[in-house]
């Protein structure tokens, strides 16, 4: 089994171009191994509905670090493996804009999985949002918290695995550079 990157980023606002909070949990050799959980100075305003939909404020991220100080604490972890989240083209895109406007270099693509689009495949007829997947399969939630969502995602993506998906046949390559 390939070494899995399940993250989970919150955003302040609509424009999905920071971060707010991020959640990162490792699945190495069948098991969630390590977990992360950073919130994110956007430097950026927030829109009402991200605040309340997430929880998170301007008073909440005060003292967390903008996304170039915490990058250079994730960004080993990131590239350790297969990223992965749920409708993972979200994520990643919050990603690549983030390093876009700070102007830092990462690489050209990256390896990922999308447990969305790898449920529709293997679980059919049922919604494939997170929160109906998790009572699908028992898994504690607390959603739109980016710790508990990329903990969730990582317990769904083992479940597929489980139950018999290939890996190869859902991984994807995502361009992060334009």
């Avoid at 069948?30 to 950073?38: D, H, K, L, M, Y």
């Avoid at 390896?111 to 898994?139: A, D, E, F, W």
């Avoid at 739109?144 to 859902?170: N, P, V, W």
Wanted: aromatic letters at 12%; charged letters at 20%.
């Amino acid at each position: 089994m390939y070494r899995y990157i399940v993250f989970d980023v919150e955003t302040p606002n609509r424009y999905n171009d920071r971060m707010s909070a991020i959640g990162i949990s490792v699945i190495e050799g069948g098991a969630i191994t390590e977990e992360f959980f950073s919130y994110v100075n956007p430097e950026a305003p927030f829109d009402p509905f991200n605040t309340q939909l997430t929880g998170i404020d301007e008073a909440t991220v005060a003292n967390a670090p903008a996304f170039p100080e915490l990058w250079k604490r994730i960004e080993p972890l990131m590239s350790s493996g297969i990223l992965a989240a749920h409708n993972a083209v979200f994520d990643l895109g919050v990603l690549k804009k983030c390093l876009r406007d700070y102007g830092i270099s990462w690489k050209s693509t990256a390896k990922y999985c999308c447990t969305v689009q790898m449920g529709r495949r293997l679980v059919p007829g049922i919604s494939h949002s997170l929160n109906v997947m998790c009572g699908y399969y028992g898994i504690a939630l607390n959603h739109h918290q980016a710790d508990s969502d990329s903990h969730a995602c990582a317990e769904i993506l083992l479940k597929y695995f489980a139950s018999g998906a290939q890996e190869r046949e859902f991984i994807r390559s995502y361009r992060l550079e334009d």
